[in-house]
């Protein structure tokens, strides 16, 4: 017959267990800050990074903080050291909404970055358009389980009819990815209310639903970038 002191060495077994669960965890979300860090490194790297990828599209010229990006930026400062002055969870992803050609993919892909070098972690960009394409590729476990910056969220089909089954594999991502505590980063030039509807009148889908939304609610931070195309201003400096 078991006896209390045996319950209690199970019982201790598995407080213990957990609270190295909780340490490794702890510790991984450490690897994503550089307390270290000051403004103006931060700002050297962002603007370097930032004029890297611009120069890859064909612009060549300085990348311009105004109004509009001003406080994002000083807010992703303290998102990379941890600061307590951050007004994000900087412990959870990123879901930047605006307008096309706002500058939203430069800023988080500049931001990611950083973010590489400070964590040591690959956050491969996929485009929202191929990650169907992926997920048939790698399988959506695989994808559940790497950090990952989906670009322009809500540009991929919501349903794919496969082999007469309609199904909806960005839904069972998220789901996944939530589960896994996985860091994810978003673009979108829609906002998550948009994005959390179902369907239409006519049975149409339009959107996620709202337990998805919630989901990435709860996975990310949501940021809206203000202003319009910066794409224009681009072309008439050029």
Known sequence: MATSEHYDEIVNRFITERREKCD???NDLNHW??????????????????????????VHRAYV???????????MYYYVTGSPECLWNVNKGIYLGGKVGCGKT???QALCDILEMVS?????????????????????MSLSR???FIDELGR???EINDFGNRIRPINDLMEARYESGVRTFFTSNF???SLSKGRNDKGEMIGYGRYVGERIQEMTNIVTMPGGSRREKWEVAL
């Open 146 to 148: 790497r950090p990952l």
């Open 156 to 158: 991929e089909q919501l």
């Open 106 to 108: 430069l800023l988080l």
């Open 24 to 26: 490794v965890q702890v």
């Open 33 to 58: 800050h550089a307390p270290w860090m000051t403004k103006q490194q931060f700002w050297q790297m962002l603007q370097a990074s930032a004029q890297g990828i611009m120069a890859r599209r064909g």
């Open 65 to 75: 903080v105004d109004d509009n990006n001003r406080q994002i930026i000083l807010q």
């Open 191 to 193: 906002s998550l209310d």
């Open 120 to 140: 040591g972690y690959v956050i491969e960009l996929i485009p929202a358009n191929q990650l169907y394409k992926r997920i048939q590729q790698d399988g959506i």
